[in-house]
């Protein structure tokens, strides 16, 4: 009985050592966290007793918790040592299966993994020997699990009483979402707390409330000028919204002291066209929660800050940037040349207003780089779509060339990634070159997705003194609005702006005819130009958060009274 009891203690410690590869963390949770330590082994302790209540006897429910949690502890070293970010349960919202999660890692064996491997198997064979059983009747196995159950849906449901239960442990909690305040909160809580408090983070994040008073009626009442529908040009140019994928100006970082050759062509696009600093919703990560800033128009904020949207949203016809311009005449295309079953596209992007989705075995011989299909490729395919549509075209490209791993024998990440951004910067220049020879007016709206995610053995970021009080650099990238025409783009002055607006200035700016979504969020432009998380985490735009909800999981009233 005393080594069945003992059993959560070793499984915590086996499974920190685990997902560390440091034996050290032994020493650090009993004699700098013993609070974290005593929670972690209460966590185990919770599975455990519902497992041994069920089979009446410890050994099976020892063997299961410990797969469960070697498991676990394997993916978060694996994660962490190929991307520099951990492992979170916001990751399995993101995935269609969790292979997903370690699709980028490189697998290789260690000896503490054997060691840790083993010390379990013996503790388990040990209780299978020695066979102990639960003192308890069948009768009591109801009542003693749904008693467990009931404690933990008192845990994660109710914010109030899990903050109480964080501070007493000394566990670090709350915060926004983004990878600095993660790694700060990894540092203090170690695994398994960090993962019992992300849980709750998610719960709460995915828990999307209604607006006070939302109703039909409130939704009439957010658009309350008329809007002038008429359009203010003949021309309808073809449009291509890119958004490269890690693509980020390191020149911003002087100690740095990047050369501007690596982004010779992209200084050529802003200098023929228009620059500014868009305030983007994620870093190292979570592609998608750009992509629906750039795709519905509307700002992640308003979501809770979630890190995948497309988990709210249903398969149906949605109001996004590609059916306004599908509305308006134009031919509609998708380009992402990699797999489709990340984020869910394959699912809901026809939905999204596209006439056509091409992914990556949409490409026929495609260039590579780093493994990727590079981005000479997906602009070519860009560039062909316009050739051969008959309508003006709209698109959208998000690239893949860029995407960690930066790993390599040679070089450092960093010199890695950014041999990258020199191939993108030439596919850049050759893209122009072919803009210019169509005779069709066309407009390029680039942007990128987010900074780059380094691993612990090399982030440059450690380097820079960033973290979770300095960080919102991270989240500004320059963008520009290029164009084969006679067009003018500005941002009525403002420097920094939120990306979900740049779709909706772009098409104020060609003067396409207007509706009255276009109206509101041209508004609220003037009133928030800068609405993202990480810069305005306190602060609510009612009429943002009114809209945003009710077009993604709300009833879709504005889709009947504002278009």
């Known amino acids: 009985m005393i080594l069945a009891c003992l059993f959560p203690l070793c499984l915590v410690l086996m499974a920190e050592v685990n997902q560390s590869g440091d034996w050290g963390i032994i020493g650090k949770l009993f004699l700098e966290t013993p609070g974290i330590l005593l929670f972690d082994v209460l966590v185990v302790v919770f599975l455990y007793g519902i497992l041994s209540l069920l089979f009446r006897r410890f050994a099976p429910a020892a063997a299961v918790t410990s797969l469960f949690w070697y498991t676990v502890s394997c993916i978060e070293f694996y ?68 008693s467990c159950l009931m404690i933990a849906v008192l845990f994660v449901l109710f914010p109030g009483f899990s903050s109480t239960v964080y501070d007493v442990f000394g566990i670090e909690h709350g915060g926004i979402n983004n990878n600095f305040v993660q790694e700060e909160k990894f540092e203090q809580n170690s695994m398994i707390a960090f993962l019992v408090e992300n849980l709750s983070d998610v719960i709460q994040t995915t828990n999307i409330q209604a607006p006070d008073n939302y109703s039909e009626e409130s939704i009439e009442t957010l658009s309350v000028n008329p809007v002038d529908t008429k359009p203010q040009t003949s021309v309808k140019p073809n449009v291509i919204t890119i958004m490269s994928e890690s693509y980020a100006d390191f020149r911003v970082f002087e100690d740095l002291q990047i050369e501007d050759s690596y982004y010779k062509n992209f200084d050529q696009f802003r200098k023929e066209g228009f620059s500014g ?63 489709s079953k990340l984020y869910r596209r394959a699912e809901l992007y026809p939905y999204f207003g596209y006439d056509r989705l091409y992914f990556e075995d949409s490409f026929i011989d495609p260039g590579r780089f780093h493994g990727y299909i590079d981005d000479q ?26 995407h960690m791993p930066y790993h390599t024998g040679s070089k450092s ?97 060609i003067g396409l005819s207007k509706n009255e979504i276009i109206d509101i969020m ?42």
């Not at 020997?129 to 308890?136: D, E, F, G, Q």
């Not at 062909?384 to 709209?394: A, G, H, M, R, V």
């Not at 995610?453 to 970021?461: D, H, K, R």
Request: glycine share 4%; charged share 20%.
């Open 79 to 146: 994660r962490y040592q190929s991307s520099g970010s951990h492992f979170t349960l916001y990751d399995l919202s993101v995935v269609t299966n969790l292979g997903d999660v370690m699709e980028f890692a490189e697998i290789h064996l260690y000896a503490f993994q054997f060691i840790t491997l083993l010390v379990l198997a013996l503790y388990c064979a040990g209780l299978f020997l020695l066979n102990p059983k639960i003192p308890v009747t069948k009768r009591h196995i109801i009542p003693g699990c749904s």
């Open 413 to 509: 990440e960093f010199d890695y990634y950014m041999d990258g951004v020199a191939q993108t910067d030439e596919a850049l220049g050759k893209l122009m070159e072919e803009l210019k020879q169509i005779d069709e007016p066309t407009i390029v709206l680039y942007v990128g997705d987010h900074y780059p995610s380094f691993t612990e053995n090399y982030s440059i970021y450690d380097r820079l003194s960033i973290d979770a009080s300095n960080c919102r650099t991270m989240y500004q990238q320059h963008y520009f609005v290029w164009s084969n025409y006679d067009f003018q783009f500005d941002t009525n002055g403002e420097e920094y702006i939120s990306s979900f607006y740049l779709p909706w200035l772009l098409i104020d700016k």
């Open 377 to 402: 490729s997906a602009y070519e395919k860009a560039v062909e779509q316009i050739l051969i549509d008959e309508k003006p075209s709209y698109i959208h490209l998000t690239t893949m060339q860029n």
């Open 277 to 339: 600093n868009a305030i983007v919703p994620t870093f190292g990560g979570y592609t998608v929660r750009t992509e629906f800033e750039l795709q519905f128009g509307l700002p992640i904020k308003s979501l809770n800050g979630t890190v995948s949207p497309q988990k709210l949203m249903t398969e149906e016809e949605q109001t996004t940037v590609a059916s306004y311009y599908r509305s308006e005449g134009y031919s509609t295309t998708y380009i992402h040349p990699y797999t």
């Open 522 to 563: 041209l508004e609220q432009f003037q009133k928030d130009p800068v609405y993202t998380m990480e810069f305005q985490s306190e602060y609510s735009n009612e009429v943002l958060d009114t809209l945003t909800y009710d077009l993604i999981v709300g009833d879709k009233f504005s889709n009947y009274y504002l278009r």
